[in-house]
């Protein structure tokens, strides 16, 4: 568990598993290893992202309890419950299983594509292209068209934005092939540039747009409605299964391009089709929430430790991301006598992880 | 007796490298001079060359158009020209000792989280005590640079991943996300830091006065003398610890000034302009192409190089969106990306 060495997502030898051990599954042409931890862990994931889901559906100005909570998602509530749950708190609390799933999963492909610990959608350039483009959207046609960009515009804009960065990312790191540390590098100039640009809008711009898009720089669930929510459901719903199909074809990959091209593997063409889902997923997460940092690249690593899997898995990375993004939004709104942004306490709790996975890498 | 003449071979290349360094190094000098005078006339009043005399010599005196001329450039013009040159050398130096001790050919000053720890001190000072002139926060972004680049420099060092290239990434990753996000959480519960910060942020060497420029030229110069006090271990290093302990190195004793040499020129160079990224990584690249790889030549060269770079772009600045300004940092980003990414595509970095 490795985040200086380059190898693949980061595993080292110690912690493959002889893959012998564990039995197979074959439903026709679909087969599968039987990993009953794996399960076990996802499971239970997905149980404390519900918990963590309705207690932070029942925290606001009108407490509402856990059993109240859960009784009107069931769709048995009172009537008052029923207004301040499903119109009020759940558009926002389903916003961060949404982003949490769609960044997790963003970060599981492109760090299993990259093989390399670092490369989150932050890293190649995503997200910084996304903000810039949002940024220019919103200091440029400034207040007065402020309603109109605020409703579709900066969402859709941000998508646009993210998907363009991540295609020319794709397309300058190309040289007979993608390599992983290729790609990271070109990610990070790419970056910059986008961030030089975004720092000249906020110089250019008048304060009261800076504050607006400082907040939505950094990432945030504030003031969603079911419209919003909406889209990136969906696309979310769409993309995973996507991934969860070419996942199969996948697996090959972490062996090498030649025993993956032996094993019947298409394998730049599975890659491509899966950095793309990668690329639309993390677009997808960023025109909802904001660049919220560090879950694409914590959850992957996280979840690869929970699941003892050699790379990151991605149904438990997006399990990961879910529980991860909604504990830090219940944080940011309790912790603090003010609101805080969501993107500050995941990058609060990223950065000294990022750290942690360093030095333990390191001392071993 | 008879003696005999022996001729000790001298390598053929080796006079000729020696002339083309001088000559190589004086060239650069005159380009920097030249951007000077350059940086001292153009801007939003373009002014000829007899005017710029007349600015910086003239008496103060009662002809009303030549007190202006005196006044744009004795109070704006030459301390950003000077501002310029002097962050430029110890932004350079500095990227070339960083690449040099960390043999990482990544390495760029602002890896270090100098930026975001100079970025956090400055809003949070502002948030805190009110201060609104950069004479007065520009200490603690001195201080913020400092403790955050030695925080990273330390987390890169410990255990066997020292040596590695991604190993500095990452650490300077971490704590710059993590300084990054408890800064915006600052700047935007506070108005006045917010204003501050996205001015800061930009990278500028505009509007800063002698009363920062001096100590910042101070701390610069004593980051020089310990740079170039450091060379010829840092050759010696280079050939790879066994060989430079075996030729008496004492590797922790040079590490370490290594590492406050670069400290005190980046951490004062941020503070001054804000964090500039790319330039040392820039400017030590086309430094070892012109002059090898011995760090006593190139890391002079990688001073100058930073100097006429960050004037140039500065320059650049006043001309691309007139009336408006680019800011110094923005222009080197703009600039050094693409260099970047050619050096990558070309395959100039290896993976360790």
Known sequence: ?364 | MGTIAVELPVPKGTTGLRRRRVVGSLALLLTLLAAVVVSLAVGARGLGPAEVWHGLTAPPDTDRRLTEIRLIVQTVRVPRTVLAVVAGVALGVGGALIQGYTRNPIADTGLLGVNSGASFAVVAVIAVFGFDDPFQYVWFAFLGAAVAGVVVFGLASIGRGAGNPLTLALAGQGVTVFLAAVTTAVALSDQASLNALRFWNAGSVAGVGYGVIWPVSAFIAAGLVLALATLPALNLLNLGEDVARGLGVNIAVSRTVGIVAITLLAGAATAACGPIAFLGLMVAHVARHLTGPDYRWLVPYAGLLGAIVLLVCDIAGRLLVRPGELDAGVVVALLGAPFFAVLVWRGKFKNA
């Open chain 1, 1 to 364: 568990m490795n985040g200086a060495e380059v190898k693949p997502g980061g595993a080292t030898p110690a912690d493959v598993r002889p893959v012998a051990l564990a039995p197979g599954v074959r439903f026709g042409r679909v087969s599968f290893v039987w990993r009953p931890w794996m399960v076990c862990v996802t499971l239970l994931l997905g149980a404390a992202t519900f918990l963590v889901f309705c207690l932070s559906i029942g925290v606001g100005d009108f407490p509402i309890g856990l059993p109240q909570v859960v009784a009107t998602i069931l769709g048995r509530g009172e009537q008052v419950d029923e207004f301040v749950i499903m119109d009020l708190r759940m558009p926002r609390a389903l916003i961060g299983v949404v982003v949490g799933v769609a960044l997790g999963v963003a970060g599981a492909i492109t760090q299993s594509v990259a093989r390399n610990p670092l490369a989150s959608p932050d890293i190649l350039g995503i997200t910084g292209g996304a903000g810039a483009v949002a940024v220019f959207l919103v200091t440029v046609t400034g207040g007065t068209t402020a309603a109109v960009v605020n409703s579709v515009g900066l969402s859709g804009a941000a998508l646009a934005g993210g998907l363009g960065t991540g295609l020319l990312v794709y397309f300058l790191a190309w040289r007979r092939g993608v390599d992983g540390f290729r790609l990271i590098l070109i990610g990070i100039s790419v970056s910059a540039v986008m961030e030089a640009i975004t720092t000249w809008l906020l110089v250019q711009a008048d304060i009261r747009d800076v504050a607006r898009a400082q907040a939505w720089l950094i990432g945030s669930l504030d003031n969603r409605s079911w419209d919003d929510i909406r889209v990136a459901l969906w696309c979310t719903l769409v993309l995973v299964a996507v991934v969860a199909g070419a996942a199969f074809q996948f697996k090959p990959l972490h062996l090498g391009d030649e025993v993956a091209a032996g094993l019947g593997v298409r394998y730049t063409r599975v890659r491509a089709v899966l950095l793309l889902c990668g690329v639309l997923l993390a677009g997808v997460a960023v025109s909802a929430a904001g660049p919220v940092p560090f879950v694409a690249l914590v959850a992957p690593q996280v979840a690869m430790r929970l699941v003892r899997c050699p790379t990151p898995p991605m149904v438990a990375s997006g399990m990961v991301g879910a529980l991860l993004l909604t504990g830090a939004d219940l944080v940011a709104r309790t912790a603090l006598p003010i609101t805080l942004p969501v993107g500050v306490v995941t990058a609060v709790i990223g950065g000294p992880f990022l750290v942690y996975l360093l030095v333990r890498a390191n001392v071993r």
